[in-house]
């Protein structure tokens, strides 16, 4: 939606991109990988943050040049348009699957932490209550303006980020001595073994391309606050997991890695200060990923691939209220009948074939924008197709199975649509 329709507003500074991006990808992650990563690789499991950062740069990359060519609210449908309405829709569709999968599955991450706080909360009718209020909160916050959420994540990432700074250093300052040298490198296998996981921890860094219609300066601020964010979040889970190899013994198998770690340097206050940092953590990512993603469903809308009510705006708030309403429902649904981790993979492959049908549309783009698409624009569509085929192929059959249903139900809900619209 362009910015002279007066519907939706540009609203989002660079601060505001950047905290999209940061909230999309520190969510549950880093709160549940430390452990595993600590089992399967011991020294080595630091380094490979900045290895899968390295990779997910090569796909952020070419996604920030197309939304600075393609600076319309939508993401991959806007993207994707040159290959036509159903390649589109598709892409739309995926995208909004993940996204919804992602938040129900940081939902429960939720509401296991605050189990930890208060066990009722944590299982029967408490979780149901949790996860039922959570999607509420961040609903509304998101439904009554794009500034109002926009400050609800400045607070969220402070209360996120701060804890796990104190955290690394402290353990890094306490445990000097004993901070590990890097370990032998694991072999290509063990690495593939944990591919989709560990990239479950960047993903969501698009959060901010897809509200570009609502950003200030999106040529120049979303590219920026793509790479900005990529960086420093790979530096910080680095750090992070370098702390958390050096104090926690590599027998430890906690269910709440990061709660442990801070009992072990700072007992019971420590482990409830990670605990809130953890529950602040997940909630900024939901809320980041409320912000962003409704904006799919009502580009779809604005295409006229999904009934015109998704794309209803709140003459009030200037949001697409309807497709917030939608999602917010959506989200709880699958949240209370979901698990952390199938939700966790499903939405990471369905975002790799979405970032290569986006990816594979930057030629264009700098053609319709240029005139021209040199060799480093196919380049980087290359680099970027390649990671995501090799994070794909990492998917058990069951992945592979539901992908193919969704692909299914996306077809039949396009037609439906061409139907609707014919008949109209």
């Known amino acids: 939606m362009s910015e002279e329709d007066g519907r ?38 630091p380094w490979l943050f900045p290895m899968f950062g390295a990779l997910v740069l090569l796909i952020a990359l070419p996604l920030a040049r197309l939304a600075a060519r393609v600076p319309a609210s939508g ?19 995926l995208y909004y699957v993940a996204r919804v999968a992602a938040l129900a599955a940081n939902a429960n991450v939720f509401a296991t932490y605050a189990g930890a706080l208060w066990s009722p909360l944590g299982t029967g009718p408490g979780r149901i209550a949790v996860l039922l209020a959570l999607t509420a909160a961040v609903t509304y916050v998101n439904l009554v303006g794009v500034r109002r959420a ?20 402290w353990g890094l300052a306490l445990y000097a001595d004993g901070v590990p040298p890097p370990g032998p490198p694991p072999p290509l296998s063990g690495i593939e073994a944990a591919a989709l996981l560990t990239l479950y921890a960047f993903v969501g860094f698009e959060n901010s391309v897809v509200p570009a219609g609502e950003t200030r300066s999106p040529l120049k601020t979303i590219p920026r606050a793509l790479i900005t964010t ?15 190899v050096a104090v926690m013994p590599a027998d430890a198998h906690p269910d709440a890695p990061l709660v442990a770690f801070a009992f072990a340097l700072a007992g019971p206050a420590g482990a409830a200060l990670i605990t809130a940092a953890a529950l602040a953590s997940v909630a900024g990512n939901i809320s980041g990923s409320m912000t962003s993603t409704p904006r799919v469903t009502y580009a779809l809308a604005e ?28 989200g709880a649904l699958l949240a209370v009948t979901g698990s952390f981790v199938w939700l966790a993979v499903v939405s990471t492959l369905a975002r790799m074939f979405v970032y290569g049908l986006s990816i594979a549309a930057l030629p264009a783009a700098e053609r319709a924008a240029v005139g021209r698409a040199g060799w480093s624009v196919y380049a980087l569509v290359a680099a970027g197709i390649a ?23 996306g077809i039949i809900l396009y037609f439906a649509a061409r139907r609707a619209s014919g008949r109209a």
């Open 150 to 169: 926009i400050r609800a994540l400045d607070a969220l990432t402070l209360l996120k980020a701060a804890p796990l700074v104190a955290l690394a250093g």
């Open 303 to 330: 295409e006229g691939v999904l009934p015109g009510w998704f794309g209803r705006v709140s003459r009030r708030w200037a949001t697409p209220a309807n497709s917030i309403l939608f999602m917010g429902a959506l």
């Open 387 to 409: 990671v995501g085929l090799w994070g794909a192929a990492q998917s058990n059959a069951t992945a592979w199975i539901t992908l193919a249903a969704l692909l299914a139900a």
């Open 75 to 93: 993401g991959p449908v806007a993207y994707t348009a040159p290959f036509g309405r159903f390649v589109s829709f598709q892409a739309g569709w």
């Open 230 to 244: 990529i960086v420093a979040t790979a530096a910080l889970y680095f750090f992070v997991q370098l702390a958390y």
């Open 8 to 45: 939706l507003r540009r609203d989002i500074s660079f601060a505001g991109s950047a905290f999209l991006s940061f909230n999309g990808i520190v969510g549950a992650g880093i709160f549940a990988l430390p452990g595993s990563l600590h089992e399967q690789f011991g020294a080595f499991s």
